[in-house]
């Protein structure tokens, strides 16, 4: 059976805006959460994020999420996010006898969220332990899978499949969904104020206006990765430029301490630096997990430009979303997210603007 709708991506949509807004100024908007941070998440990908810069993600009010590679002590009380495989989860707090007092943030980091041993182990763990344990879950590329995720306790579910930077899921399998669709027949489902799970948009973002779109088509939260890589700050091994000065071509050359005083002046001065970025199913991934099976790689490993720093990407950032909440006459994240209509364009229509 072959459903002949037309299912959208980010590129095929607009938000006009509202008829009139009686917003001012950016001064007006608040574009952070009840928490006071920013609706985003760091993929937990151990080219962006691990213990030495997770404070850095914090300071700029982005929520840091652990990678697995990162993560050795799953008894022990972590000051943020922690992304654990479902093995793991299940051998740690699947037995229902692990006690203990703060409340403690796991991501159930896996690739297919629609395996029912995932939503019997959520089920379990959370009608056992409650609001201490707070889970994310998925991935998930099924309008229908994030209401059953949300009844069996789920308290953030990352939606998304195969459209990450560095993920060859979609490409190889041809399994997937385009994200803007699911995002929006997930909300047509499952309206904000009937859910308790926040929906997670995870993978695919490529710049401010996706994030943007996301968040108004009915996202609580987008997860990055490959923006936040280009970050100078991001966990992933930084690089020297080489510069081929008879024809201008750079390459990686010496490896640098990204978090030194003299590379960040270097950077802000116009020195070039590159960085290393891995789809967390890499082979290279999978073994500095320690898996004895390796199996084929649905990820891929690349060279990345740095392009900012993370306070520079963030303040634009800020800035771009107040900017589209007040086309729109919304003040605050809450009032915007999901509640703002979208347009389909053409192709023509999108080449038109894209610069």
């Given at each position: 059976?072959?459903?002949?709708?037309?299912?959208?991506?980010?590129?095929?949509?607009?938000?006009?805006?509202?008829?009139?807004?009686?917003?001012n100024?950016?001064?007006?908007?608040?574009?952070?959460?009840?928490?006071g941070?920013?609706?985003?998440?760091?993929?937990?990908?151990d080219?962006?994020?691990?213990?030495?810069n997770?404070?850095?993600?914090?300071?700029?009010?982005?929520?840091?999420?652990?990678?697995?590679?990162?993560?050795?002590?799953?008894?022990?009380?972590?000051?943020c996010?922690?992304?654990?495989?479902?093995?793991?989860?299940?051998?740690?707090?699947?037995n229902?006898?692990?006690?203990?007092?703060?409340?403690?943030?796991?991501?159930?980091?896996?690739?297919?969220g629609?395996?029912?041993?995932?939503?019997?182990?959520?089920?379990e763990a959370k009608?056992?332990?409650?609001?201490k344990?707070?889970?994310?879950v998925?991935n998930?590329?099924?309008?229908?899978?994030?209401?059953?995720?949300?009844?069996?306790?789920?308290?953030?579910?990352?939606?998304?499949?195969g459209?990450?930077?560095?993920?060859?899921?979609?490409?190889n399998?041809?399994?997937?969904?385009?994200?803007?669709?699911?995002?929006?027949?997930?909300?047509?489902?499952?309206?904000?104020?009937?859910?308790?799970?926040?929906?997670?948009?995870?993978?695919?973002?490529?710049d401010?206006?996706?994030?943007?779109?996301?968040l108004?088509?009915?996202?609580?939260?987008c997860?990055?990765?490959?923006?936040?890589?280009?970050?100078?700050?991001?966990?992933?091994?930084?690089?020297?430029?080489?510069?081929?000065?008879?024809?201008?071509?750079?390459?990686?050359?010496?490896?640098?301490n990204?978090?030194?005083?003299n590379?960040?002046?270097?950077?802000?001065?116009g020195?070039?630096?590159y960085?290393?970025?891995?789809?967390?199913?890499?082979?290279?991934?999978?073994?500095?997990?320690?898996?004895?099976?390796?199996?084929?790689?649905e990820?891929?490993?690349?060279?990345?430009?740095?392009?900012?720093?993370?306070?520079?990407?963030?303040?634009?950032?800020k800035?771009?979303?107040?900017?589209?909440?007040?086309?729109?006459?919304?003040r605050?994240?809450?009032?915007?997210?999901?509640?703002?209509?979208?347009?389909?364009?053409?192709?023509?229509?999108?080449?038109?603007?894209?610069?």
């Open positions: 059976m072959i459903n002949l709708t037309p299912k959208f991506d980010f590129n095929d949509l607009l938000v006009p805006p509202s008829e009139i807004s009686d917003i100024s950016r001064k007006e908007i608040s574009v952070y959460d009840e928490n941070m920013l609706p985003l998440f760091t993929a937990p990908m080219t962006v994020i691990d213990w030495e997770f404070k850095i993600f914090e300071e700029q009010k982005i929520y840091p999420i652990i990678p697995r590679t990162s993560v050795t002590e799953y008894k022990t009380a972590h000051p996010w922690t992304a654990i495989s479902l093995k793991t989860f299940k051998e740690v707090y699947g229902l006898d692990f006690e203990f007092t703060d409340k403690k943030h796991i991501l159930i980091d896996i690739a297919n629609h395996m029912r041993d995932l939503l019997e182990s959520v089920e009608s056992f332990y409650g609001e344990l707070v889970l994310m998925g998930i590329a099924h309008p229908n899978t994030f209401k059953i995720l949300n009844d069996a306790g789920a308290d953030y579910v990352r939606v998304g499949i459209n990450g930077a560095g993920c060859l899921t979609t490409q399998t041809g399994v997937g969904y385009p994200m803007a669709s699911l995002i929006d027949e997930i909300r047509q489902l499952n309206p904000i104020a009937s859910t308790r799970a926040k929906l997670v948009a995870d993978g695919g973002l490529k401010f206006a996706d994030i943007c779109k996301a108004a088509l009915g996202a609580n939260y997860m990055v990765g490959s923006i936040l890589n280009k970050t100078l700050e991001s966990a992933g091994e930084t690089f020297r430029a080489n510069v081929h000065h008879t024809d201008g071509y750079t390459e990686p050359g010496e490896k640098v990204q978090y030194h005083a590379v960040k002046m270097a950077f802000q001065s020195a070039k630096f960085k290393k970025f891995r789809g967390m199913s890499t082979k290279e991934v999978q073994r500095a997990l320690g898996n004895e099976a390796i199996r084929t790689s990820g891929v490993t690349r060279m990345q430009p740095v392009e900012y720093t993370l306070a520079g990407w963030v303040d634009n950032f800035d771009y979303l107040a900017t589209h909440m007040s086309y729109v006459g919304t605050t994240l809450e009032e915007f997210i999901g509640n703002v209509p979208l347009i389909s364009i053409t192709q023509n229509s999108f080449l038109r603007f894209k610069k």
